[in-house]
């Protein structure tokens, strides 16, 4: 037994040097280590065709036709032109030339038009659902004829689900592509994926088609990026602080003064996509009522929750879209902002007296509703305050939290009163996704029915002829949705980076951090 | 000897077919499916219909049931519906660091726990004792997660000495061990303890005392000998724990295993994971038992004695 414990332990001493001169042998390599953040952890493949989950991955892997800058402009990238006719039903895509996969194939007309028929029949189909025909009409060029305008079609080549694959490779390596093999035309190769352990992806240095928002449009200047999937913030702080990660993307919250304190970390600042609310369900007996649901939006203070939960990170929200989108642009007076005295004097005219226990009551009945959250998220924070700031109106809540998948079970019961919630999302268009009546339940929570809404969707969905129109018609949904106070808008959240002090880049141009932008970057 | 294996392996047959039916119910009346998961944008019900007619679960449950059943005792744990990986492949992907980090926090446990065991005992109801007491304490009470963060600032933030995460060499495995070893060393300390301070009293020790060995020699070669039994069967127990037992440790030391795989799957409700993980974490622990009852069986034969 002795002999046995003493080869035990020579063994771990072995082993110990034996990790620490891999540690060092590595350190030669401009190493980039990302703690991505927990939120993008638990892929479940790189294929852009059959995952409906991506992750920072797939900005480095593969590129994109199109980027969204951080200005909210699209830019050119793997299409050098696109040409939109007149009555918006032909839009020719026109590649730029010379552009490689890591698998030596190139990308030509042939593989564009296999491309976009294969979104056509992937998770992603929608974005493309306009589409009626692609015609090739040289080795770099395809015409596209399509059903109905869309103006929205450049905005879904920027997303990360539109990220181009190689079809020699989809088609040698069928399923097994997107784990083990995944085959791009990005700065930045697949090289290994330990499933929730880390991601390694190795520099490709035949890389020369940047686009024209990287100032290096040649190879990146890091080597190999690392990618760590932590789901502990403590765990992700802790590694950030003793040099074992090098960006701490999306910081979290509970550790951000620290950061802030350190003159060695850049903490670089993003808007983010992200927007948090708390739905009513419109079929509930006293939420079907307006004028409750309109004082119970009034009675939710934004900025309250602001500073307790985000500390100060974020803007208030007074509508349902984030800032930045031009829809989100509406009448001053359709906006909703904290007023309780105007939301108690709503429950007043409708013949709500305060009960003595401070809680309102008509006609013998306690004003009494449920808050749903989930249970691990600022979500439920979030709803803790809230159950405070309706208190003050007199509204008894209950709060009850449920694992994220067990909620999103329970909204199709239609049994929710309250709900907090968030989404992460750039485009109008996530109205539809949330209000439309065929979803009742999931997504739609606010179990929201109404004909004359559907219609004003439609319109600002498939009836748009225009970039222009369309915004006109969603900015039109958008008011008459606040109208019905569906939702009490809470906060508009920020992205947090944490940067280490050895990591030089420029601001970024992206409408991310962990993407294109990397190219920029250089170490110490 | 062989009839007592025996009957306790036949015996293994039937716990099988429990578990797998409260398993398998367990986790389907759980409200959510994996079917949102993998919807895209935009999709619409008859996707969804779909998607549960190719993964059999628009099937009555019963049926699902022994559909399942059928492949999982030829060998076939499926396929996870999240993942699309044959969920054998994801075990044996994640069991060796489970393997791992069991192993060597179960060799803390039993060394660690037996010498404070000792020491307490020999030098019972002294300051030496209450020290390895509050320690052992220690060990049983407090969250193996908290002690693992505590053991991050000490010796990876503070001194360096380790990784504050992942699992690539020997040196990432020595935290988390101690975190986990810790609480059984503690359980195994209080055990020893007591079970030494009963032998003690025994007549044997006394007669050992008056042939004149000295109580160096009594203690390790006799006392302690005779007061293992109940420490091999808290060991035995635990070895089917270890292996799913470590799960918040995992996820503080950022480690892939059974049990940050098995959370990961349950959340996204991906129901061939689960039930197979869950199905293999309990088998081992009742092959921990079992394996135990027979080295216990061998060692004192009054157990066997019980059966024929």
């Not at chain 2, 619409?44 to 549960?52: F, H, N, P, Q």
């Not at chain 2, 020699?217 to 035995?236: E, Q």
Request: charged content about 20%; cysteine-free; proline content about 4%.
């Amino acid at each position: 037994m002795n002999n046995k414990l003493k080869m035990v332990l020579m063994t771990g001493m072995l082993a110990l040097p034996l990790g620490m001169s891999t540690t060092v042998a590595s350190a030669q390599e401009r190493v980039l280590t990302i703690s991505m953040d927990a939120g993008n952890a638990g892929q479940d493949s790189f294929n852009p065709f059959t995952t409906n989950r991506t992750n920072n991955v797939y900005y480095l892997v593969y590129d994109r036709l199109v980027e969204m800058g951080a200005d909210g402009n699209i830019y050119p990238h793997l299409l050098e032109s696109w040409d939109v006719s007149e009555d918006g039903l032909t839009i020719v895509f026109t590649l730029r030339d010379g552009v490689m996969f890591h698998d030596g194939s190139e990308l030509n007309s042939e593989v564009l038009k296999w491309f976009l028929e294969n979104l056509a029949t992937g998770k992603s189909k929608y974005m493309v659902a306009a589409f009626e025909s692609i015609e090739i009409k040289d080795n770099l060029t395809v015409e596209i004829s399509l059903s109905r305008p869309d103006p929205n079609i450049l905005y879904n080549f920027t997303s990360s689900f539109t990220g181009v694959p190689s079809m020699v490779a989809i088609e040698e390596f069928g399923e097994e592509f997107g784990r083990s093999v995944v085959i791009g035309t990005g700065p930045f190769m697949f090289d290994s994926w330990k499933t929730g352990d880390e991601i390694v992806l190795l520099r490709n240095p035949d890389y020369t088609w940047g686009s024209e928002l990287s100032d290096n449009q040649g190879p990146a200047n890091i080597d190999k990026i690392v990618f760590r999937e932590i789901l502990e913030d403590s765990t992700r702080f802790l590694e950030f602080v003793t040099g074992g990660v090098d960006i701490l993307e999306k910081a979290p919250t509970l550790f951000l003064d620290k950061l802030q304190e350190d003159e060695s970390v850049n903490i670089v600042t993003m808007a983010s996509n992200g927007n948090y609310h708390m739905v009513m369900n419109s079929t509930n007996e006293l939420l079907s009522d307006v004028n409750i649901r309109r004082a119970i939006a009034l009675s939710v203070n934004q900025d309250d929750i602001l500073a307790a939960v985000f500390q100060g990170n974020g803007t208030p929200a007074y509508t349902y879209l984030i800032d930045r989108l031009p829809a989100r642009q509406v009448a001053p007076e359709r906006e909703i902002r904290f007023d309780l005295e105007t939301a108690k004097t709503i429950m007043a005219d409708l013949g709500w007296v305060v009960g003595d226990d401070g809680i309102l009551v008509k006609d013998g009945e306690r004003l009494s509703l449920t808050l749903w959250s989930k249970s691990d998220s600022s979500e439920r924070k979030v709803s803790v305050v809230i159950q405070a700031q309706l208190a003050e109106l007199g509204i008894d809540i209950v709060i009850e939290q449920f694992d994220p998948s067990s909620i999103r079970a329970e909204y199709k019961t239609g049994e929710q009163d309250l709900v907090v919630r968030s989404y992460g999302w750039d485009n109008a268009d996530i109205l539809e996704w949330f209000f439309n009546s065929t979803r009742m339940g999931y997504p739609n929570v606010a179990m929201w029915h109404d004909n004359e809404s559907d219609y004003l969707m439609h319109n600002a969905m498939t009836r748009s002829k225009n970039a222009e129109e369309r915004i006109e018609n969603f900015r039109e949904y958008h008011e008459y949705l606040l109208a019905q106070y569906l939702w009490a808008p809470i906060i508009n959240s920020v992205n947090i980076h944490a940067v280490a002090e050895r990591v030089h880049m420029p601001d970024p141009r992206f409408k991310i951090l962990i993407g294109p932008s990397l190219l920029d970057v250089t170490l110490d | 000897m062989w009839v007592y294996v025996l009957r306790r392996t036949l015996l293994l047959i039937p716990i099988f077919f429990a578990i797998s039916v409260v398993i398998f119910s367990l986790i389907h009346l759980v409200p959510g499916d994996p079917i949102d998961s993998l919807l895209g944008p935009g999709s619409s019900k008859g996707d969804r219909a779909e998607l549960l007619a190719l993964y059999g679960l628009d099937k009555p449950l019963p049926m699902q049931y022994l559909y399942w059943l059928k492949d999982f005792i030829t060998g076939d744990m499926g396929q996870s519906i999240i993942e699309k990986q044959p969920v054998a492949d994801m075990i044996f992907y994640n069991l060796p660091f489970t393997m791992r980090l069991g192993l060597l926090s179960l060799a803390i446990s039993f060394f660690l726990g037996i010498f404070l065991g000792i020491i307490s005992a020999a030098a019972k109801n002294t300051f030496v004792d209450y020290i390895a007491m509050i320690i052992a304490l220690l060990g049983v009470t407090v969250p193996a997660f908290w002690l693992g963060l505590i053991l991050i600032l000490a010796f990876s933030v503070n001194l360096g000495w380790f990784p504050v995460s992942g699992s690539g060499s020997f040196s990432h495995l020595v935290l988390p061990a101690v975190a986990v070893g810790l609480g059984g060393a503690g359980l195994v300390a209080r055990v020893t303890r007591v079970s030494m301070l009963e032998m003690f009293n025994k007549d044997f020790v006394l007669l050992l005392y008056a042939k004149g060995l000295s109580r160096n020699v009594i203690i390790v070669k006799h006392v302690f000998r005779n007061a293992l039994m109940p420490v091999i069967t808290i060991l035995g127990l635990r070895l089917g724990w270890i292996l799913g037992g470590a799960v918040s440790i995992e996820i503080v030391f950022s480690r892939p295993g059974i049990g940050s795989m098995l959370l990961t799957a349950l959340f996204r409700r991906d129901y061939p994971v689960v039930q197979a993980s869950l199905i293999f974490l309990t088998m081992a622990v009742i092959i921990g038992a079992f394996i135990t009852d027979i080295i216990y069986s061998y060692a004192d034969p009054r157990v066997r004695d019980v059966y024929k």
